[in-house]
T-cell receptor, first 118, second 116 residues
Framework: AQKITQTQPGMFVQEKEAVTLDCTYD???????LFWYKQPSSGEMIFLIY??????QNATEGRYSLNFQKARKSANLVISASQLGDSAMYFC???????????????FGKGTLLTVNP | DSGVTQTPKHLITATGQRVTLRCSPR?????VYWYQQSLDQGLQFLIH???????AKGNILERFSAQQFPDLHSELNLSSLELGDSALYFC???????????????FGPGTRLTVL
């Protein structure tokens, strides 16, 4: 079963508009972290925002905010005031913390390609 | 710039060959993770090293191996290469291993491997 699901292969948004990229996850661990990364066409992975499973408030980083709905197991990324430079692939990822475990790999979704139109 | 370096940036080789990808983590980071990004498999975890010791393996083929050296740099060795090994290989480093969910992984720029 997929642990991270991004149902939108592609999204379009007008410059200066807000856009929401969807992410749902599946885990039985009570402690986990959710990350969003941006991958422009140049290929590098850029960290955007993090949300911990115990965090009471939704994370925000500048124009990025994370709409965390724990009961629904969703962690949607909201980009406000889109810019042309936001055009990129966006990945949602989860880091599970197993008590006594030693592997903290990230599990990624398949990504959403965001295109910002002028 | 994440502070993680990877060399080479691009690598073109033939089937059956062997290559070595190199990663230098951020200063002070003890953990190194290797990921493979391909069109059909997406981004997949390969292997994790912490302070020189292998901690976990993911979907890593037996033809692939890795190690982390005392200076904490890591190498990923890919042998008997096949066309399907063509991918973008990332390493990522994080400051330390703890039982907390937040240890941001800083990604290197990746090595793009093309097997012809």
């Amino acid at each position: 079963a997929q642990k991270i699901t991004q149902t939108q292969p592609g999204m379009f948004v007008q410059e200066k508009e807000a856009v929401t990229l969807d992410c749902t996850y599946d885990t039985s661990d009570p402690s986990y972290g959710l990350f969003w990364y941006k991958q422009p066409s140049s290929g590098e992975m850029i960290f955007l925002i993090y949300q911990g499973s115990y965090d009471q408030q939704n994370a925000t980083e500048g124009r990025y905010s994370l709409n965390f709905q724990k009961a629904r197991k969703s962690a949607n990324l909201v980009i406000s005031a889109s810019q042309l430079g936001d055009s990129a692939m966006y990945f949602c990822a989860m880091r599970e913390v197993h008590s006594g475990g030693s592997n903290y790999k990230l599990t990624f979704g398949k990504g959403t390609l965001l295109t910002v139109n002028p | 710039d994440s502070g993680v370096t990877q060399t080479p940036k691009h690598l073109i080789t033939a089937t059956g060959q062997r290559v070595t990808l190199r990663c230098s983590p951020r200063s002070g980071d003890l953990s190194v993770y290797w990921y493979q990004q391909s069109l059909d498999q997406g981004l997949q975890f390969l292997i994790h090293y912490y302070n020189g010791e292998e901690r976990a393996k993911g979907n890593i083929l037996e033809r692939f191996s890795a190690q982390q050296f005392p200076d904490l740099h890591s190498e990923l060795n890919l042998s008997s290469l096949e066309l399907g090994d063509s991918a973008l290989y990332f390493c990522a480093s994080s400051v330390e291993e703890r039982e907390v969910s937040y240890n941001e992984q800083f990604f290197g720029p990746g090595t793009r491997l093309t097997v012809l």
